[in-house]
């Protein structure tokens, strides 16, 4: 069974899409996705020998390989072109970043779903840049709070809003109440680090800046 996490982004694949799925683990969303009859053809990949191994057990315990091939490859640099939508989860923005530089060209109508465990408002800014339209967003509380992108590469650039960056072009709109839960937990650490300053300082005018801005989001 899938977790929340996991499940999120497996709603946002679309049906029939070749999946390349980057620091796989267990090859547990693959697996799924062929199970459920969503996709027919999945690469699960990861770059260490011991998730490779699980990968390639669960796939053939599974009954699922002649679906699904496992890959021993350092992120993308030796996934299949055919495959047409990425998955990239449960990683550092850095390590995400690092990988999607690895395919310098990429063609239009590829989708990536994105799924990073800090720097989300880097995240945003390195797709708009690289020509990737946001088209989906999720937030969900699932042990962490995880934010949950979901893009798709055009021809030209899609500019946001510093605010879209900040808090998602999508996710503001919508505000459900994870989101909204979300931005006061945000507030509550901001303000507590900002308790802890010597009043006046730099760093606590800047977190109170912070926080006036996420004020400002959920009151707007």
């Known amino acids: 069974m899938l977790s929340l996490r996991l499940k ?26 062929v199970l459920s009859g969503k996709i027919k053809k999945a690469y699960a990949v990861d770059n260490k020998n011991g998730p490779y191994m699980r990968a390639l057990q669960y796939i053939q315990n599974m009954g699922c ?12 640099t ?44 880097n995240l945003r800014k390195y797709l708009m840049s690289g020509c990737w339209k946001i088209i989906d967003e999720r937030i969900i509380f699932d042990a962490h709070y995880y934010q949950i992108i979901k893009a798709v590469k055009v021809k030209s650039i899609v ?7 900040e808090y998602g072009p ?39 800046k912070q926080i006036h801005s996420i004020k400002g989001m959920l009151n707007g």
């Not at 496992?70 to 992120?75: E, Q, R, Y």
């Not at 939508?85 to 970043?97: E, F, K, R, S």
């Not at 500019?159 to 960056?165: A, S």
Request: net charge negative; with cysteine; proline share 4%.
């Open 8 to 33: 999120t982004i497996e709603e946002l694949v679309e049906t029939g899409k070749i999946v390349a799925d980057i620091g796989t683990d267990h090859a547990l969303l693959p697996v799924e996705l």
């Open 65 to 76: 390989d002649r679906s699904i091939e496992a890959m021993l490859s350092d992120g993308l």
């Open 78 to 121: 030796s996934v299949p072109h055919d495959a047409d939508c990425w998955v990239i989860a449960g990683m550092g923005y850095d390590t995400a970043a690092m990988i999607l530089d690895q395919r310098p060209k990429v063609p239009v109508g590829q989708q990536l779903i994105v799924q990073v465990n800090h720097g989300v408002d």
């Open 159 to 165: 500019r946001l809003k510093p605010e879209d960056i």
């Open 170 to 208: 999508i996710l503001r709109k919508e505000r459900n109440s994870v989101f909204t839960e979300y931005w006061h937990f945000q507030m509550q650490k901001l303000q507590k680090i900002a308790d802890q300053l010597e009043q006046g300082s730099k760093r606590g005018q800047q977190l109170q």
